[in-house]
């Protein structure tokens, strides 16, 4: 029997690889990190609408925060284009509720904890799919310390609440989660 020179002997690993390598390299497994299940060929637009604050508490800034906040989710994780009317897609809605309420009560009978909650109703509209259109309520909230004032803690928490309703919206959407 014939043995390999040394040089063969260091260079078969290598042939080996390269074997494996191009043998394989058009079998590619392609992922989406942000979830959207969106057929851009037919769906290529998506109109978002303000929000109007219709709660009995009323928080100036919540309505063009929210509407804003919606907007961002779908300008960073999809290639939908925005437009004001029309859309392929169609978001709308309005705050329904923004509420405190007292939550943990201590042993001197005050509220040791306050919830915060956030309700918006959202009317999606799919107009490349009629089918998955809906009417759905999202509600978020965050409890903060009593002995802390709303005006305090609200722009924070509401930035929290507002993000957790626009992700829900989204994997509602496109993501189909």
């Known amino acids: 029997m014939k043995?390999?020179?040394?040089?063969?002997?260091?260079?078969?690993?290598?042939?080996?690889c390269l074997l494996f390598i191009t043998s394989f390299s058009s079998c590619l497994?392609?992922?989406?990190?942000n979830g959207a299940?969106?057929?851009?060929?037919?769906?290529?637009?998506?109109?978002?609408q303000d929000f109007p604050?219709?709660?009995?508490?009323v928080n100036p800034t919540l309505s063009n925060s929210l509407s804003e906040g919606i907007r961002d989710i779908y300008i960073r994780q999809t290639r939908l284009q925005q437009v004001k009317r029309g859309g392929d897609l169609e978001l709308e809605g309005e705050i329904t509720d923004y509420q405190i309420t007292p939550m943990a009560i201590s042993a001197d009978s005050y509220s040791a904890e306050t919830k915060l909650t956030l309700t918006i109703k959202v009317r999606f509209t799919n107009n490349v799919a009629?089918?998955?259109?809906?009417?759905?309520?999202?509600?978020a909230f965050q409890t903060f310390d009593s002995s802390r004032l709303l005006n305090d803690?609200?722009?924070?928490?509401?930035?929290i609440m507002i993000s957790e309703i626009a992700e829900s919206i989204y994997n509602d959407t496109v993501a189909k989660w």
């Open 29 to 33: 497994i392609s992922y989406k990190f």
């Open 53 to 57: 604050n219709n709660a009995a508490l």
């Open 37 to 48: 299940s969106i057929d851009y060929s037919k769906t290529k637009t998506i109109s978002i």
């Open 3 to 16: 043995r390999l020179s040394p040089v063969t002997c260091h260079l078969l690993p290598v042939v080996f």
């Open 153 to 159: 803690v609200q722009d924070e928490l509401c930035q």
């Open 130 to 139: 009629p089918e998955e259109s809906f009417d759905k309520t999202y509600t």
